[in-house]
């Protein structure tokens, strides 16, 4: 049997890095992608392909692709859409540039790998596009407008491509995680230090209040926090079934938050949101 291949990308920690293990584990090709140079070279000593992949910047979509192509001779079985960060943030306070530069990295070069992907898939007759949805892109949750108005961009794109993608072979997947142990609030702080200019803001108490402990104080884990087997278990599933389903609920919060917004009065889940 071919061993069948899969380009996983933000895997230097958390989601992808257990991912990727999970799956070579279980006989897969794995192409473990990350954006710093750096941890591609760790990920190849652990036995990896670790093409570098850094979603804001379309040539090395390009040539990240064209490496993991010409490795298996110009097939892919899966891409699984992983990497993204946080810039947290009071929505008045979130510069639009911003804005536009978490867009370029967890939606645009996110569309940009799927198209490069497809045509392979419809010319080998099979493949599975898997993108890492979040409960932020079912509900929102305030101080995380950026984040939030990303995902919830790309639970309508992944959305869309799944129904359009049903004459075809393609299988399209949707995995919503809740909290999962991973690196994403420390690496939101550079992006939080650059953009938010949060003395000068009318809600600076509450930055200090609130935002502030959160980002800089290790309170350990956040309720319903699952650690990141938890999604590679799942995402096992959405490879490897004959019939993966379209969307898959990962950690408490998710099934809770899901359920909510279909129960509740758009006032009442207002309510219940900011009560955080």
Not at 95 to 105: D, K, S, T, W
Not at 221 to 226: K, M, S
Request: with cysteine; hydrophobic share 40%; charged share 25%.
């Amino acid at each position: 049997m071919t061993t069948r291949s899969i380009l996983i990308t933000g895997c230097s920690s958390g989601i992808g890095h257990d991912a990727a293990h999970g799956l070579k584990a279980r006989g897969w090709r794995v192409f473990a992608a990350c954006r710093q140079e750096s941890d591609c070279e760790r990920l190849r000593a652990e036995g990896f392909d670790s093409p570098r992949l850094d979603y804001s910047d379309p040539a090395s979509i390009e040539s990240a692709l064209d490496e993991v192509l010409t490795a298996t001779g110009g097939t892919l079985d899966a891409l699984f859409n992983n990497g993204a960060y946080a810039m947290p943030g009071a929505s008045e306070d979130l510069p639009v540039q911003a804005l536009r530069e978490i867009f370029e990295a967890n939606v645009f070069g996110w569309h940009d790998l799927t198209r490069r992907v497809i045509p392979v898939m419809r010319a080998q007759g099979h493949g599975r596009i898997i993108n890492h949805g979040s409960v932020l892109g079912l509900v929102v949750a305030p101080w995380r407008s950026a984040y939030n108005a990303t995902k919830h961009a790309t639970e309508a794109l992944t959305d869309t491509l799944r129904i359009e993608m049903r004459d075809t072979p393609i299988h399209v997947v949707t995995l919503n995680t809740g909290p999962v142990t991973s690196r994403i609030r420390v690496n939101a702080i550079p992006h939080f230090e650059r953009w938010i200019d949060w003395k000068a803001s009318p809600r600076k108490a509450q930055y200090e209040a609130k935002l502030l402990k959160r980002l800089y104080e290790d309170r350990g884990p956040d309720t319903f926090e699952l650690p990141p087997s938890a999604v590679t278990a799942k995402l096992v599933h959405a490879l490897e079934s004959p019939r993966p389903r379209p969307r898959y609920y990962i950690t408490t919060a998710t099934w809770l938050m899901g359920g909510l917004r279909r129960l509740l009065t758009t006032r009442a889940m207002d309510w219940l949101v900011a009560k955080g």
